[in-house]
């Protein structure tokens, strides 16, 4: 947006990063007339919050509309870019930090020719380092005897690098014994270590060591499902640093030879989602869209999501569903009030990535509004049920009132440009654009709709519902807050109501008519970014334990439902119905024999 060179001081904690993308506009003539893509200069300056030391880095290398860049290393961090093209033949860059953006990122011309997508979180490449690990703990064999009748009651206490141990049941009075338990581990990197401990168990007093094993996960990945046996080996020792004055020559002493611990068998499976999970969201595979043919709710919706945000794919994917949902109407009043796909998705990303953000702007009037509504009644049958006999200036009163708490409301959501999620920006810019290429009139009111109508008024009318707050202080608390919201779906409507109780608030519409639109517009300047503060950025990323069973739960889905999902298929590729069908086959297959439906009743 602005050509002028612009530095801004890096806030700790972050890592800001200035990224300038311009067009190398030295091309020659030989290569405009052959058509050769222009080359794209990338500059990137990072700081350090501790040094405050800059160092720059430029990277040139001609764009591929349908290829991606190579990763660029700096240190710590990646930053890479990458390229297509829209539906209008204008190129879009794309750009992932794995450091939050906060800093300011500017196109080189005040016409742009570039959409940037920044992502804002760390999780977009988690898949290729997490799994489940299947551990089974077959038997022991001639573990040391640690009673006085010359046997044990050996039980394993097990974990993983940095996470929680547990333990498996102890087997009375045996130097054989045999567990046959089996437990998942979830794996959130390949490089951590196994570390299992047997021990005696004690009724009084604490347990005796018997002897432990390590085993790295890198032993075990990509092998299917391997048996191990391990001798057990002593306790480490701890190695204390001690100041030696003098180094003294001494004779070295020959190794003593440990005494048998005994063995234990483990069997191991480990389970990496990367593959199946690209391959389950390819756009060719119609998995996805066949599935929710099937089963359309917003469980699924919410799956979809958090699967397609972790792979990178969320904001192809939603802006496939919404060209879908235009292509296929009509009207532009009909547009995404069905329980279509695009209307599902945008609801459930939105709430996963934007509550936070929400709760940030009108939190606090909501919980106000909660704790004290003040007078706002509208309705004279609500004041008096049996004839509504209630004085004119008293209503006019509540009506007063309860604008004042729906400016405040409109108020607040306006201010939120800035701090708003990403994610939440690109969904406004693709509805303006995509809408606006078949229905222009319509494209400013999608974006309200998406906005106010499908993300912020649920919230405002069933706020203990998004942990706002617990629950309702009052019934006359809960009023208030359906009317808030119902005021502010009618001005993001834009219709004036016919309602006598709504007929006094017809003014609010016309009052923020053009500055709500103002604001649905500079929503979807995903371009440009200003710096925000500590307390707004919001951290996006699903925990693993969450995104591991989202996965698993999508997965069984699909499997549940593979008939229907095939038939559906089939139905929407009718030339290509075969290939389809065999092709879901496979991938049905390739699930089973990885082992992803372990515990349930699987047909081969």
Known sequence: RDTREEQMEPQPPYTPINALI?????????????????????????????????????????????????????????????????????????????????DNVRNANSNPLFRFNLAESENQSRLRGIGKLYVKFVRAYDVLAMDFNGLSDPYCKFWLDGKPKQKTKYIPMTLNPIWDEEYILIVEDFSTILHIYVYDHDKYGSD????????????????????????????????????????????????????????IELQFRFITYENIIDTVTDESSLIVPS????????????????????????????????????????????????????????????????????????????????????????????????????DDAVLASNVENLKKIVYKYLDAIMTGVAS??????????????????????????????????????PIIFTPNKFDIFSDYKTPESRRCLTLVSQIIMSVSNGVHSTNENMIPFN??????????????????????????????????????????QRMDELLYEIYDNREDIIKSAMEMQEGNGFQIRKFIRATLKDMVDDGYFVGRNIER
Not at 350 to 367: E, M, T
């Open 22 to 102: 311009t067009e190398n506009r030295g091309r020659t003539n030989d290569q405009d007339k052959n058509g050769t893509e222009s080359d794209l200069i990338l500059d990137i300056e990072s700081y350090s919050t501790t040094t405050r030391s800059s160092s720059t880095s430029r990277s040139r290398s001609p764009v591929d509309p349908h290829r991606s860049s190579s990763p660029m290393k700096k240190k710590k961090g990646t930053i890479k870019a990458t390229s297509m093209s829209d539906r209008t033949g204008s190129q879009v860059i794309h750009q992932r930090f794995n450091v939050p953006p906060v």
């Open 208 to 263: 005796d060591f018997i002897g432990c094993t390590s085993i790295p996960i890198r032993d075990v990945l990509n092998v299917g499902e391997i048996n191990k046996i391990q001798e057990l080996m002593p306790k480490p020792k701890k190695i204390k640093a001690k100041k030696s004055k003098k180094l003294k020559l001494s004779k070295k002493k020959s190794k003593k030879k440990h005494k048998e611990r005994g063995r």
């Open 291 to 390: 599935l929710w043919q099937v089963k359309p709710d917003d469980d699924i919706a919410l799956l979809l999501a958090t699967v397609f945000d972790e792979t990178g794919k969320l904001l192809t994917f939603i802006d496939r569903v919404v060209s879908e949902e235009v292509e296929g109407t009509n009207e532009s009043q009909t547009l995404f009030r069905g329980d279509c796909l695009s209307t599902r998705v945008l609801k459930q990303t939105a709430h996963v990535k934007g509550v936070a953000w929400i709760d940030n702007l009108i939190g606090d009037l909501i919980r106000k509004t909660n704790e004290n509504p003040g007078d706002f009644e509208v309705d004279r049958y609500q004041i008096e049920p049996m004839e509504g006999n209630v």
């Open 420 to 457: 708003c999620p990403l994610i939440i920006r690109q969904i406004c810019n693709t509805l303006h654009s995509v809408v606006g290429e078949k229905f222009p009139e319509a494209a400013t009111k999608s974006i309200g709709g998406f906005l106010l109508l499908r993300f912020i008024c």
């Open 507 to 548: 003014g609010i519409i016309d009052e923020y008519h053009d500055q709500l639109n103002a604001f649905f517009l500079e929503m979807t300047e995903c371009y440009f970014f200003h710096e925000m503060s500590t307390e707004k950025v919001i951290h996006m990323t699903v925990p693993i334990d969450v995104l591991i």
